[in-house]
Every structure is written in structure tokens, then in C-alpha cells.
């Protein structure tokens, strides 16, 4: 994993580069420096988050202060029976008209979303927020009264869009939400709450249909995890409350109104009326976004964009140019 990001953004420095010099100069390649005790890579003038979040850090280009590195905040979620706080990462331009809301997947975390955290540094006018849901990362958990389900995430992340993000200003802000599989399908319902005022959604392998065969397959694949390893250890790693992993397998976990046929969960009304930007992401080798889903997708939503990823499975990786592709759909 580490060797990915690294080269990732050794490919991402070479096009920030590109943007600070002239047409005609000649772009020397140089070693990536680190300062002592620190993990930020410096590359040349410019200094990218990696794999961890640092403290709060102004970033320049050229020795002109630009913005900030990835920080972690919280936000109290307003819940009677599970009063909790929610992780979140923003960096770029605090005051940027350009927003970019990413969503994890179904045991995910908000670090998933680093590489791309360090991408758009290199852009002006941009701000990028990644969450942990209720259970995951750094944010707090529920008690044993209460359960995991996916209207706790969407109503959690309506709280953190409404009180920290979508804020009153003579321009409104470009807000475009970027979901991972189960973040996508958040995605989808977002623009239910939000209608116009949200610009895009980028879907990362998720369609508007899920067959019940790819859904058995991945918590058959959980399943025979926890059974190769223990319940805590896997809670440990993934960095996921114990009791989020059993409650992801129950029925109940996916709570929102979705159509049922003999293929699979169809998420169409959730984008019902809905007139913003449509990406959509997908691994060639993807078992849960298969390229008949791709299809039926564009049938349903004619202007839809997609992008296959070559070789890649479920979801789709954030390189190089599944982020070019993020930048275009953002309309940056």
C-alpha cells in the first residue's frame, strides 16, 4: 500500500511541477526528502500528506502560502440516544469554492482517501473533506442500546454537510460527493436531501443496481475473514468497532427505501429528479459494478460519465488517473 501512494505521488509531483514552471523548462527529477521525525515527504517545494495525518501545516508553492495539509476535526452530532462525535479531514483552501465531500466504503476509514487529499493540494480554489461513519476510525462509537445501519450514516453526514460544510456565502459553493461502494449509494440518497445544491456525485464501483449474487459473495467473503480471524483482531486492523462489522452482515443494516427484484437491490428512485453531474468509476475485474451495471446505468441517466479501471477489482484504486478523472467531474 505504501508503495502505491509513493508512487502515486511521485506521479503527482511530476504534473505539480509542471504547473509551477515554465512551458519551456526543463523538469529535473529529484530524491524525496523527509525532515527528521516527520512523514510528509517534501518534493521540492511542495509537500504532500502520505499515509499520515499530520498536525494542522500551512503549504507553499514558490514560498507563497497555498493551504493546508490534511487535519483531523470533529463534529458533535446532534442524537439523543447516541450522542457521538464524527471524525472528519479537510485540506486545501478553507475558504475554496470548489468542495469535494468523500464517503468511505462499507469497513472503511477517512485515511482511504489520503491519496487524493494529496492531489488536489496541488490545485487552487479546492477544499477536500473525508469522514469516518459512526463506528469506524477516529469516530466515536454507539452504545450496545442502539445498531449500525445506513440511515445513521446519512443522517450523520446531512448534520456535518448542513453544519460544517454547505455555509451561507454570496457565492454558493461547487459541492461534489465522491462515494466508495456503500458510500456511493450515500452518495445517491444525498441528493434526495440536498437537490441542486449538490453540483456532482462520483460513484467508486457502485451502479444503481447491486446483484443479490455479488452481495452474497462479499459477506461470504467477510464471513470466512472473521472465521480466519478473530472478530477483535479484524476490528483492530480495519480500525472498526466490533460490533459495526457483525451489524453490517444483519438485514436491517440497509434500512433506506430501495426497489427489490429477482436481480438485486435497484437504487433508481434515489436519483429520481436528480439534474447535477453523474461519474461514474469502475474496475474491469469488478465483481459488484459490472459492466451490464455500467450499461443500465447509462440507459437510466443518459449524460452519466464513466471510467473503467484496467485490471482492477472491487473498489476501484484512486491512481493517477481516476483522480484526473475526479478533478474533470468536479469542473475544476
Known sequence: MKRKIFDLLMEIKAEVL???????????SSEIQVSPGSEMPIVDDVVFATLEEDEPKA??????????????????????????????????DMDADNLLLCLPGLLETKASFLVIHAYFLKFDNCKVISIDFSGRGETDYIDNRGGYKMSLYLSD???????TILVDR???????????????????YLTQIFGK????????????????????ALYKSMKNDLGFKGVRDLAKDLSVDEKAISDVQLPGHFDLSYQADVWGMNFHEALEGYKGHVGLIYGSKSKICTKQRVAE????????????????GHPAPFNLAVCDFIETEMGV
Open 197 to 216: 445544491r449538490i453540483y456532482g456525485i462520483i460513484l467508486n464501483d457502485i451502479a444503481l443496481t447491486v446483484n443479490w449474487t455479488s452481495l452474497y
Open 59 to 92: 503549504i507553499s508553492f514558490d514560498g507563497k502560502t497555498k493551504s493546508i495539509t490534511p487535519e483531523t476535526r470533529y463534529f458533535q452530532i446532534q442524537d439523543a440516544e447516541h450522542s457521538r462525535k464524527i471524525a472528519y479531514t479537510v485540506s486545501g
Open 18 to 28: 509542471k504547473s509551477l514552471k515554465p512551458p519551456e523548462a526543463e523538469i529535473v
Open 297 to 312: 446505468a447509462g440507459t437510466f441517466i443518459p449524460h452519466i460519465k464513466t471510467l473503467e479501471v484496467a485490471n482492477a
Open 170 to 188: 454570496k457565492i454558493p459553493q461547487k459541492l461534489t460527493v465522491l462515494g466508495t461502494s456503500m458510500g456511493g449509494v450515500l452518495a445517491m
Open 157 to 163: 453526514i446531512s448534520q456535518l454537510v448542513r453544519g
